[in-house]
Nanobody, 124 residues
Framework: VQLVESGGGLVQAGDSLRLSCAAS????????MGWFRQNPGKEREFVAF???????DYADSVKGRFTISRDSAKNTLYLQMNSVKPEDSAAYYC???????????????????WGQGTLVTVSS
């Protein structure tokens, strides 16, 4: 299984950015997918989740600004980030969770596979 994130970079506050995560080696439709982010010295935190049936959930800090989506034809996960803020700066990771896996999709322990991350830096 391989998850490869892309789309990170340096943007200004208020800008938009779209992250992508290309998945391979798994049956994409059988996995729920999530985005997490992490800053140095801090724990990896939940950002957004999309179920294999299309349900979504977001961290309060990004609700109304970020949108998670998936394209099963392309085996790709997306995170559309609008109205970004300096506090959104972090390394962003996508993760895959087998359907009906134990654990909580809000927690890192609930996921089976991780990408290597893509860095987002938002300047004020």
């Amino acid at each position: 299984v391989q998850l490869v994130e892309s789309g990170g970079g340096l943007v200004q506050a208020g800008d938009s950015l779209r992250l992508s995560c290309a998945a391979s080696g798994l049956t994409f439709n059988r996995y729920t997918m999530g985005w997490f982010r992490q800053n140095p010295g801090k724990e990896r935190e939940f950002v957004a989740f999309v179920g294999w049936r299309g349900s979504t959930d977001y961290a309060d800090s990004v609700k109304g600004r970020f949108t998670i989506s998936r394209d099963s034809a392309k085996n790709t996960l997306y995170l559309q980030m609008n109205s970004v803020k300096p506090e959104d700066s972090a390394a962003y990771y996508c993760a895959a969770r087998r359907a009906y896996s134990p654990g909580n999709y809000l927690q890192t322990s609930g996921y089976n596979y991780w990408g290597q991350g893509t860095l987002v830096t938002v300047s004020s």
